[in-house]
């Protein structure tokens, strides 16, 4: 566990009971107030590489005194990951029609302001006063047709290629990050996670898991959950808290 002023966090991965390869990566830094989890883009080539650039590119980041340059300074990052992605490795790897990808949810704190990063489906949570809030939003084909199509989701999680996502770190040439700007409240605690970990999962389960007292508690109970059943693909989270 790491802790620095108030805030202790917790991370761990899993390549799960099917795939051979882990394609998840995360960055676990409470020093500098960043938390990340990408999940390379699974039907693509070398999702790996992808995920854990990425990770490794914002571990590097120089600190900075200003929060807007931090904030800042992550966004510019993954979008010279993308231009890098979508084009140098894509002739590395041997072939033009192969895609690295991954996609990417960030948290950054500093005092009572936090800040959400993301593309893609792995997902930020936050549990607050008793009640689970999904602070992103999936960048996906399943949740497209529920805001186009106003199908319910069960209805989406039935239609063709509904987990194909729309929007991915090195995917396509231009990429649009969704940001979230928020106040943080004393006693609030934080879940990012791969799509691995959360899918299965209902948001009781979720909630009761960030309900437990301390970040290693809350992450132990939801392996244990996934890991209990198929666990078919990679699972990763993070967990802070005060």
């Known amino acids: 566990m790491s802790k620095s002023g108030v805030w202790r966090s917790v991370s761990r991965t899993d390549p799960g009971k099917t795939r051979a ?17 990408a999940d390379g883009m699974g039907g693509y080539q070398r999702g790996d590489i992808a995920s854990r650039l990425i990770v490794a590119s914002l571990a590097e980041l120089p600190e900075r005194n200003d929060f807007e340059e931090r904030v800042q300074g992550v966004r510019q990052c993954l979008l010279w990951l993308n231009r890098r992605l979508s084009q140098e490795l894509t002739v590395i790897a041997g072939r033009h029609d192969d895609t690295i990808g991954s996609t990417v949810v960030a948290l950054l704190i500093e005092g009572t302001r936090a800040v959400c990063i993301w593309a893609g489906d792995s997902r930020c949570y936050l549990w607050r006063e008793q009640r689970l809030y999904q602070l992103t939003k999936d960048h996906s084909l399943r949740q497209q047709l529920i805001d186009e199509q106003k199908m319910d989701d069960r209805q989406a999680l039935v239609q063709p290629h509904s987990t194909a996502l729309t929007r991915a770190v090195g995917a396509s040439e231009h990429l649009t990050l969704d940001v979230l700007e928020f106040v943080v409240h004393p006693a609030d605690a934080f879940l990012l996670c ?39 693909d990679n699972l990763t989270g993070v967990v802070i808290r005060q």
């Open 194 to 232: 791969s799509d691995g970990l959360y899918q299965g999962l209902s948001s009781e389960t979720l909630g009761r898991a960030l309900d437990r007292p301390t970040p290693g508690a809350a992450l132990a109970h939801l392996f244990e959950h996934v890991l209990d059943g198929p666990a078919r």
């Open 21 to 37: 390869r882990n394609e998840d990566a995360f960055l676990d830094d409470p020093d500098k107030g960043l938390w990340v989890v």
